[in-house]
């Protein structure tokens, strides 16, 4: 194998691949990138074995087609290091030992034989969804940030993705929630379109959007038995779906919340940070106390002292008190489009519904917190 190509072509390839490739080493194989050079063009591939990445590259010049596989952090780190733009000569020495160039510079990688790296094949179903890549993007990063961490409930590490129905309109609905909250977001699409519902690892989500970011390409979802892959231009990410039945979270959602708290969501968010500053655990609880025209919101931290501010608000109802999660409040207050976040309430301890008036199609659920 031996090829020339600019560094800032590989240098976006490989960035993408960081988040893919595994880094604790149970798999040598599975810290390297597969490079295959053939038919005028490179194709770059890692995998974690849950989740793969391709991307092709035809901005190339190929000299001896061949493939090799070598350290993706390694190779990553050189480039970033070299001149931007600057043209770089690579060379398969042996099986073991990949040359790479560059005018003032000479390195050698060591390589395992592309025997060892994984070989995959799925038979994807022809029903593709073709989504706008600002409009899945939305639906992402709204959705995205309930997700739990919690390894004993697998089913809630992901996005439960499912096709929802409103009057005579049908929806992609992606659902996330932790148990302490919960988040909702949907993107219109054609009536004619048949999806499974499945849930979408959190590492997968967090890897699209990164692409996403990068991208005015648009989305091409295709699903197979166990796996989901999406295509966005050149690129196909490829992801093992979570084994496991995601709760009936409609059963959550309250639906006589009638106290109706609106304030300006950026005042909102800054007055929490603010309070939250004199407290070195930001998890801790921020308590508002709401009257008809104003909110307070106070911070008391045995460890660190308290704070307390009074920010403007609209409220239709008797003066009362609830705490929050500070965080949760700040993450769900921070996807809010309009300038105004409404909580939609019940008493002190129920769950709280988080709307949107410039996105109908998203909602969030908050519970209080006792403090």
Do not use: W
Not at 6 to 33: H, M
Request: with cysteine.
């Amino acid at each position: 194998m031996q090829f020339s190509i600019k560094r800032d072509e590989l240098l976006k390839s490989l960035n993408f691949v960081q988040g893919v490739v595994e880094k604790k080493n149970t798999l040598p194989i599975l810290s390297n990138v597969l490079i295959d050079a053939k038919e005028n063009k490179i194709r770059i591939v890692a995998t974690d074995l849950d989740l793969i990445f391709y991307d092709e590259i035809d901005k190339v010049k190929i000299i001896k087609e061949g493939s090799s596989t070598t350290s993706a952090t390694v190779l990553y780190d050189i480039l970033r290091k070299i001149s931007s733009n600057a043209d770089i000569n690579f060379d398969l020495k042996s099986t073991n030992k990949l040359s790479l160039r560059t005018e003032n510079s000479d390195f050698n990688l060591l390589c395992l034989p592309v025997d060892n790296f994984p070989n995959f094949s799925d038979n994807f179903n022809e029903n593709e969804i073709i989504l706008n890549k600002n409009n899945f993007l939305s639906l992402l990063n709204k959705s995205k940030i309930s997700i739990s961490n919690d390894d004993t409930r697998h089913y809630l590490n992901g996005i439960f993705m499912h096709l929802t129905e409103s009057g005579d309109q049908t929806y992609l609905t992606g659902v996330s929630t932790d148990s302490h909250r919960l988040s909702s977001s949907s993107i219109q699409i054609d009536k004619s379109i048949r999806f499974p519902s499945l849930i979408i690892p959190k590492k997968t989500i967090f890897q699209l959007c990164n692409l996403l970011q990068e991208t005015n390409e648009k989305v091409i979802m295709q699903t197979s038995e166990t796996k989901i892959q999406f295509k966005i231009g050149k690129i196909k990410l490829i992801s093992k779906v979570i084994d496991g039945k995601f709760p009936d979270y409609k059963k959550v959602v309250p639906t006589q919340n009638e106290k109706v708290l609106i304030v300006s969501a950026k005042d909102f968010i800054d007055s929490i940070e603010r309070v939250t500053t004199v407290s070195l655990d930001r998890k801790e609880g921020v308590k508002l106390n709401i009257n008809k025209d104003k909110i307070q919101l106070s911070v008391n931290s045995t460890n660190s002292g308290d704070g307390n501010e009074a920010i403007k608000a609209n409220f239709n109802s008797e003066a009362m008190a609830i705490s929050f999660n500070s965080k949760y409040l700040i993450d769900i207050a921070s996807e809010i489009e309009d300038d105004n976040i409404q909580l939609n309430l019940k008493d002190s301890v129920s769950p709280v519904l988080v709307q949107d008036k410039s996105d109908k199609n998203s909602f969030y659920v908050i519970m209080p917190m006792k403090i």
